[in-house]
């Protein structure tokens, strides 16, 4: 029986062609595969629309090695999203692989139980959506804080590196005990981009992080970008904005009904 998946969460770069970036990271670091995606298709199936099948991936494949930011690239409805997704296991392929380093073992998270999903999230991929979903009440600090309270780092590092987060990401002390839900679009976003760089995690997912930001604060998005891509990240991301995805992409993977 297949198991079931809650769903939760004119300059640009020549698709395919690696781009030489200022910040020099180590050779095999950055050869090292961190992402395998095989041959990966999902179909959607409408079913309050008469059960209408909607196919968005077929057959799609993807490698992303350390040290490397692959921008999904595509057409609205071309499998952007889904893909991204699918590598965070919020939804299940219908057939392929996505396979992940985990530690020193690869993990496919089209097959992996639950519990292992739970632990990849915790230590192995990260997630910046567009949007930031939170308990309501709690404060931008602790809200920013939890991740990497969750690997055991203690509470008192956990706070100042938080504290350094939402200043270089200009969020103003005043903010940082209240309540996320009382902010502005792009100050929840800020909040949200701190939450998601605060454990250094080997894989980052990236869904529209400067989608709300203005030029300064979306300036400051690239600066941790190139900055986990340095300390050997594979980031995986979608950046509509043209500027910041040439400044942060290596290489632009296509999308679209075979990607």
Not at 83 to 101: F, T, V
Request: charged share 25%; with cysteine; glycine share 6%.
């Amino acid at each position: 029986m297949r198991r079931k998946r809650l769903i939760r969460p004119t300059n640009a770069l020549p698709v395919g062609r690696i781009r030489r970036v200022s910040v020099a990271s180590d050779t095999r670091t950055t050869r090292r595969k961190m992402i395998n995606v095989q041959n990966v298709s999902k179909t959607f199936i409408l079913h309050q629309q008469n059960g209408v099948r909607l196919p968005v991936l077929n057959r799609a494949s993807l490698t992303v090695n350390a040290g490397e930011c692959v921008v999904l690239h595509g057409h609205s409805g071309s499998g952007k999203s889904t893909l991204l997704r699918s590598l965070y296991a919020n939804y299940l392929p219908d057939e392929g692989q996505i396979q992940i380093k985990h530690g020193d073992e690869w993990v496919d998270l089209v097959t992996a139980p639950a519990r292992k999903v739970v632990e990849i999230r915790k230590t192995t991929v990260g997630w910046v959506s567009q949007f930031l979903r939170v308990i309501p009440r709690i404060s931008a600090l602790e809200v920013v804080m939890q991740p990497l309270l969750d690997t055991g780092v203690p509470r008192e590092a956990c706070a100042a590196k938080a504290a350094r987060l939402l200043t270089r990401l200009n969020v103003p002390e005043r903010l940082w005990h209240l309540a996320p839900s009382t902010f502005s679009g792009g100050e929840q976003q800020r909040v949200n981009i701190a939450r998601g760089f605060i454990v250094d995690y080997p894989i980052l997912l990236l869904d529209e992080p400067t989608a709300s930001l203005d030029a300064k604060n979306s300036a400051a998005v690239v600066e941790l970008i190139r900055e986990a891509k340095a300390r050997g990240a594979a980031i995986v991301g979608i950046f509509h904005d043209e500027a910041v995805r040439n400044d942060v992409a290596d290489r632009l993977h296509p999308m679209g009904a075979s990607s």
